[in-house]
């Protein structure tokens, strides 16, 4: 019987794994997982989202924008749907560009990251621990107990905890 849980780098981990070799539990196996650094995009895509919109305010001021401008325009000399096209293209310019300005003075860095680059390089641990059917209630209240993110039990019947 295998289980697996995910924790972060943390003494949580060190102390479930020692509580885990005094109750007799000494396969284990931790494998570090490093940070990744991704750069946002300005557009996210349907299969891969940074959870950073750089568009949400610049859509809002596009429609307070265009809606002023094309009540506006029906004064004006292009028309009502020229200038709330206008208004349109316009919010959402000032929008993105006030996003992007007010993202680099966050985080101070030359490119624009999701993540910044501090000392702590440290990601997640996965924990591969090997143990008998009669001590997987036992391992798994050790685990949840030290802040497991995540745990799973893999038997050779089906995947689940």
């Known amino acids: 019987m295998q289980i697996f849980a995910t924790f972060e780098h943390s003494m949580y981990l060190e102390v479930g794994i020692s509580e885990l070799q005094k109750n007799g539990i000494t396969d284990i196996f931790a494998v570090p ?5 991704i750069e946002a995009t300005v557009i996210d895509s349907l299969t891969q989202s940074d959870g950073r919109s750089f568009l949400d305010s610049g859509f809002a ?5 265009s809606t002023i401008f094309a009540s506006k325009g029906f004064q ?3 028309g009502a749907i020229y200038w709330g096209l206008i208004g349109a293209g316009s919010g ?12 680099k003075m966050k985080n101070k860095d030359k490119k624009i990251r999701l993540m910044k680059k501090n000392n702590q390089n440290n990601g997640e641990i ?7 059917q009669k001590d997987v209630t036992l ?6 107990k030290n802040l497991a993110i995540g745990v799973a039990k893999v038997s050779s019947e ?3 905890l």
């Open 126 to 132: 996965i924990l591969i621990i090997n143990c008998q």
């Open 61 to 65: 001021l596009a429609v307070v924008l």
């Open 76 to 78: 004006w000399q292009l």
């Open 158 to 160: 089906k995947y689940d």
């Open 139 to 144: 391992v798994y209240d050790i685990l949840k």
């Open 92 to 103: 959402i310019l000032i929008g993105l560009i006030f996003e992007i300005i007010s993202f």
């Open 33 to 37: 997982l490093k940070k990744v650094n």
